[in-house]
């Protein structure tokens, strides 16, 4: 660990991978600025999938605390973590993201 990184406040950065369909294995890292999931081009991630909304979900990164949330953009299909359908949600290391249908798996590194 580098001179002078307390290792209380030292925080985990996150990365998104694709689980299925012609993308698998792409990774995106999760930048301190909120990142945007959809259908249109302008997202920080775009899916090319009908099933999902201009601007589905937002992962959010909180500085304080090192934690990711992610929150459904109240998109009509949904989004799931863990199999479960949220509005919005804490993330942890090993998450799997659903949307439309598109599986992310989230990992955490310090």
């Known amino acids: 660990m580098p001179t002078g990184v307390n290792p209380e406040r030292h925080m985990a950065r996150g990365t998104l991978t694709i689980q299925n369909g012609g993308f698998e294995g792409t990774i995106y890292d ?63 290391d090993g998450d799997e993201i659903v949307i439309g249908q598109t599986a992310f798996k989230l990992a955490l590194t310090a």
């Open 30 to 92: 999760l930048a301190d600025e909120p990142t945007v999931i959809g259908r249109n081009p302008s997202t920080d991630i775009t899916l090319l999938d009908e099933g999902i909304s201009r601007e589905h979900a937002i992962i959010e990164f909180d500085g304080a605390t090192g934690a990711y949330t992610i929150e459904d953009l109240q998109s009509t299909n949904g989004t799931k973590v863990n199999g479960k359908r949220v509005r919005s949600c804490s993330l942890a």
